[in-house]
């Protein structure tokens, strides 16, 4: 078990012992840390930039199967880069999501640190809304990605084994009845949206929320780190972490 203390932690989402030698199987690490930083001011930040991203010229929109639609932020993930903007609550977090992947390397994986590069998009969820079920990706140079909360709200964001099938209605009503304990389920584990929290897990582990039914808007980051040579453009938003 990583050693950690109260600002973080390292979930061991592992499926349970085979009994079979075609039974599914799974290990991996959710990684949850409290990042210093103001998520008021970035909070702000994010609506005031919201009209700014959405006159952004983008020839291929594209939401990532999150069902938020085109006409949002999300789906104009590759040609802005929030963690390239130029503000001091922006530099602390990245500040944070640099030594967070420094300790999920050395504590879940037990392999130093080395260049990486990240792109970061911001989600804005209206009252109605919800991200449905999707993952980052699936090819061989898949890495890590990671969510920020920047708002509160009442939603949880649900981390999924890879072989789950069940209805996202199915899904969401179990995580409700489950809820969060410290003995944590194989089978899914439903995050409650806190200000501040960042959540880092592998590209390929299904991920959905509950619906957004507060007024104020559900504010996020989410980013994809990769270890790859990635080439700048307008579409590649990557800049080095």
Not at 24 to 29: A, E, L, N, S
């Amino acid at each position: 078990m990583p050693t950690q203390d109260n600002s973080y932690r390292f979930i061991p989402f592992m499926s349970r012992q085979p009994l079979t030698a075609l039974a599914p199987q799974w290990r991996f690490f959710i990684g949850e840390k409290v990042l210093d930083f103001d998520p008021k001011i970035v909070n702000d930040l994010v609506l005031e930039k919201e009209s700014e991203i959405m006159d952004i010229d983008c020839p291929n929109l594209n939401d990532g199967s999150t069902g938020l639609g085109t006409d949002t932020t999300t789906a104009r993930h590759g040609y802005y880069n929030v963690l390239d903007w130029d503000h001091p609550e922006i530099k602390k977090l990245k500040e944070g999501v640099k030594q967070f992947h420094k300790q999920y390397l050395e504590e879940c994986i037990g392999i130093p640190s080395y260049n990486t590069k990240i792109m970061c998009w911001c989600n804005i969820m209206r009252k109605g809304e919800r991200i449905k079920k999707h993952i980052h990706g699936l090819n061989p140079n898949s890495y890590l990605s990671g969510n920020i909360c920047i708002s509160n709200s009442s939603t949880k964001t649900i981390y999924l084994n890879p072989f789950e099938h069940a209805t996202e209605e199915n899904i969401i009503e179990r995580a409700d009845r489950e809820g969060v304990c410290d003995d944590f389920s194989q089978l899914m584990y439903p995050a409650d949206n806190i200000a501040g929290v960042m959540t880092l897990f592998p590209n390929y582990v299904p991920h959905l929320t509950t619906e957004h039914t507060q007024d104020d808007e559900r504010i996020t980051l989410a980013f994809e780190i990769t270890p790859f040579d990635v080439e700048h453009s307008v579409e590649n938003r990557y800049i080095p972490l």
